[in-house]
């Protein structure tokens, strides 16, 4: 986080994580931020979020080999999710993924940015590209809301319209994506993003971190974090419903067994929203279990959790279908852990041949 960004949200009340210096709790009043983040206009800062820089000449071909989405398609105008997997089809990231000019970034949790920064680079070899961390680039904080849309084109003007879209505007960049509330990424240099953040704060609050997990969760857009890297094929996250898998492109690292899954094989987990009875958030990667399996062992696993504002916590957990029953309990963590209801994710779930 740059220094200057995090001396001004502290300036505008920001308490940060002592676990995470670079990651703002709340700014001041948790409770009320909790219940305002999905009735009214809220504004989060993304430094948690980490930026991989990718250009030159052979940027597009050497991307296009290493990702599950397909990079061709990303203009200025667009932006896509995606996937980083190791051969056997696991995710070792998600991210999303936008273009500014001749260069690629990818946003990601910062604990992933260097273990894949580390990896992309092994397969460079020849090719003509750059790889960078670039956290420090650029300053970007999300907005959210049912009358987001409208603060944004007053703010800068104009607006994207749909999930997966970009504008650029006096130095700023606005990707909307996914979910039933209206939300924004917004990225840019310092000066732009302290006088966007100042006229958007008129009539929205801002929030902690955990809010935009929770619209996250709520939008059911998982998030692939280092307790759960190699833990997913993108299936089992529905990452290919949200557009971020490509089955006409060319061969990507995992793409032999992501591609073999979707014509040929049965899927046997995806992702569905849980609402858990606990006042504590499980950890990505806590183990999930049903009653119905007389084994006794685990029939999936957390990938996000969040508080809920009208108690409990809310999260994404990829369960084995069998076990996938709203009407059936599931508990968290152990066989006798909290108990936990199921629901279907805002999109639907039939598996798209294409």
């Avoid at 006088?195 to 929205?204: A, D, F, P, Q």
């Avoid at 032999?256 to 049965?266: D, N, V």
């Avoid at 504590?280 to 990938?303: D, L, R, Y």
């Avoid at 009208?310 to 963590?333: F, H, M, R, S």
Wanted: aromatic letters at 8%; charged letters at 25%; one cysteine or more.
């Amino acid at each position: 986080m740059k220094a200057e960004w995090k001396a001004f949200l502290t300036d505008a009340g920001a308490e940060f994580n002592p676990d995470n210096g670079d990651e703002v709790a709340s700014f001041g009043n948790p409770e009320r931020e909790k219940r305002y983040t999905l009735t009214g206009t809220v504004l989060c800062d993304l430094s948690r979020l980490g930026l991989i820089e990718v250009h030159g000449e052979d940027a597009e071909t050497f991307l296009q080999g290493q990702l599950t989405n397909d990079v061709t398609q990303i203009k200025p105008d667009t932006s896509h999710l995606g996937g980083y997997c190791n051969p056997k089809g696991r995710l070792l990231a998600t991210f999303r993924m936008f273009r500014l000019q001749d260069t690629w970034y990818l946003m990601m949790p910062e604990e992933l940015v260097e273990p894949s920064l580390k990896r992309l680079q092994m397969f460079v070899l020849m090719s003509k590209v750059t790889l960078g961390d670039a956290g420090c680039a650029m300053v970007r904080f999300g907005l959210s809301g049912h009358e987001a849309e409208a603060e944004l084109k007053e703010a800068l003007g104009d607006a994207p319209e749909a999930p997966d879209q970009a504008i650029h505007v006096d130095g700023v960049t606005a990707i909307r994506v996914h979910g039933e509330i209206p939300r924004y990424i917004l990225l840019g240099e310092l000066e732009a993003m302290q006088s966007l953040w100042n006229r958007l704060n008129v009539r929205g609050a801002p929030a902690g971190a955990s809010s935009w997990r929770l619209l996250d969760i709520v939008a059911g857009v998982p998030t692939v974090y280092e307790s759960t890297r190699e833990a997913f094929v993108p299936q089992m996250i529905n990452l290919e419903l949200l557009e971020g898998v490509s089955f006409q492109k060319g061969c990507y690292t995992g793409q032999e067994i992501i591609a073999r899954t979707h014509y040929l094989g049965k899927l046997k987990r995806r992702l569905y929203r849980l609402h858990v009875e606990s006042d504590e958030p499980p950890a990505p990667g806590t183990e999930v279990f049903s009653p119905e399996n007389e084994t006794g062992q685990p029939i999936g696993a957390i990938v996000d959790a969040a508080p809920w504002p009208e108690g409990g916590v809310e999260a994404l957990a990829v369960v084995t279908i069998q076990y996938a029953d709203p009407d059936k309990p599931l508990n968290i963590g152990a066989v006798d852990g909290p108990a936990a209801t199921l629901q279907l994710p805002p999109y639907p779930l039939e598996l798209k041949i294409a």
